[in-house]
Each structure stands twice: as structure tokens, then as C-alpha cells.
T-cell receptor, first 111, second 113 residues
Framework: DQQVKQNSPSLSVQEGRISILNCDYTNSMFDYFLWYKKYPAEGPTFLISISSIKDKNEDGRFTVFLNKSAKHLSLHIVPSQPGDSAVYFCAAASGNTPLVFGKGTRLSVIA | DAGVIQSPRHEVTEMGQEVTLRCKPISGHDYLFWYRQTMMRGLELLIYFNNNVPIDDSGMPEDRFSAKMPNASFSTLKIQPSEPRDSAVYFC???????????FGSGTRLTVV
């Protein structure tokens, strides 16, 4: 009964191309969504977020899109760089409740 | 600020032994979270505290797990007795407001043999 699902365990992309990481959620009460990035032997670090009143948020090479009707969000990285290779976690919350995380997607950017 | 500090970074122990994981949150953060990462379940919340008070421990897998926060700058997660299935990476995170995200520690990799 995972409330936040990342159905692709891994993704490989060539350097310079677009990386698209997807996330689905089931709880319609979620009103805040975040992406975290995790390198090996380190803790996850915050990357970008979006609230449910928006459908897009952009920060440099990173853009998050939210489709509330489909309960779907995606993270676009353009252009992808080798340093982007990491595990990306999607997370969601409502009010002050703790973040619920997906299982993560391992992104490999190939030079 | 040095961020969220966890110790030890690695712990290898024998089945049946007691294990204690430690966390020092960022000063001023009122929320502290313990997560466990496994391949099967991803990042799952074990327990969280607000102002040193446990708010929700429904994620704690069994009575073998316990957590305390005796003051605003220290928390422990204890497993007694440990079992091989407890092997995972345990993360501590802190936040001043959960909706704005957390700062995670580097984690403790626990191996129970």
C-alpha cells in the first residue's frame, strides 16, 4: 500500500540529453511534493519542491511538473550531466505530517 | 552548522546483540525523524519527535526497536535483540517545519550477522 510510487528502479541517459524521472501518488490529501537526491554513502539532500497550487517549478536545470488530476509528478533534468548520477527519491506530505518517500530511481548519466 | 550528525557510520554486530544508533540534529530544528532504507521498502519512517516528544512510532517494526530523545540535541535508536533482517541503512533527519523538507544525516549502515 505504497502511497508514493516510483515504478522505474533505474534509468540510463546520455550526457546532454533530458532525464525524466516519474512518480505517482495515491493520497489525494498530499499538498506538497519534494525531490531528493542521494549519492552513495551520503544522506539524501533536498533538490526541488512544488506545492499543489502550482503545476510547474523550475530551478536551473531541474524542473518539476505536477499533474494533480493524474496524481503524477515528474522531474526533468536538462541537460543531464555525469554528476547527476545518483538515486532520486520522490516524497510527499500533507500539512505537517512526515514526508512519505518512494523507493527511489537510480539515474546513470553516461558520458 | 555541521548538519545532522549520526554515529557510528558503520556497525557490524552479531545476532542477539544490542545496537544503539545516535543522532545529533541541527540546532533549532524542532522535528527529528528516524528512517530506514532497504532495497525492498525504500525509505520508511520509523518514528518522529516534535520538541523531544515522540509523535508517531507506528513505523517501528517491533518491540525490539525503541527510540528516545532526552533533549533537543540528542536522540538514540536502539535495537535489542538485533536480527539479520534489521540490516539496513538508518537515517536521522531534522527539520524546523516538515513541509519545507528535512536535512538528513549521512546514515548508519547496520549489518547484523
Amino acid at each position: 500500500d505504497q502511497q508514493v510510487k516510483q515504478n522505474s528502479p533505474s534509468l540510463s541517459v546520455q550526457e546532454g540529453r533530458i532525464s525524466i524521472l516519474n512518480c505517482d501518488y495515491t493520497n489525494s490529501m498530499f499538498d506538497y511534493f519534494l525531490w531528493y537526491k542521494k549519492y552513495p554513502a551520503e544522506g539524501p539532500t533536498f533538490l526541488i519542491s512544488i506545492s499543489s497550487i502550482k503545476d510547474k517549478n523550475e530551478d536551473g536545470r531541474f524542473t518539476v511538473f505536477l499533474n494533480k488530476s493524474a496524481k503524477h509528478l515528474s522531474l526533468h533534468i536538462v541537460p543531464s550531466q555525469p554528476g547527476d548520477s545518483a538515486v532520486y527519491f520522490c516524497a510527499a506530505a500533507s500539512g505537517n505530517t512526515p514526508l512519505v518517500f518512494g523507493k527511489g530511481t537510480r539515474l546513470s548519466v553516461i558520458a | 552548522d555541521a548538519g545532522v550528525i549520526q554515529s557510528p557510520r558503520h556497525e557490524v554486530t552479531e545476532m542477539g546483540q544490542e545496537v544503539t544508533l545516535r543522532c545529533k540534529p541541527i540546532s533549532g530544528h524542532d522535528y527529528l525523524f528516524w528512517y530506514r532504507q532497504t532495497m525492498m521498502r525504500g525509505l520508511e519512517l520509523l518514528i518522529y519527535f516534535n520538541n523531544n516528544v515522540p509523535i508517531d512510532d507506528s513505523g517501528m517494526p517491533e518491540d525490539r526497536f525503541s527510540a528516545k530523545m532526552p533533549n533537543a540535541s540528542f536522540s538514540t535508536l536502539k535495537i535489542q535483540p538485533s536480527e539479520p533482517r534489521d540490516s539496513a541503512v538508518y537515517f536521522c533527519a531534522s527539520s524546523f517545519n516538515p513541509i519545507y523538507g528535512y536535512t538528513f544525516g549521512s546514515g548508519t549502515r547496520l549489518t547484523v550477522v
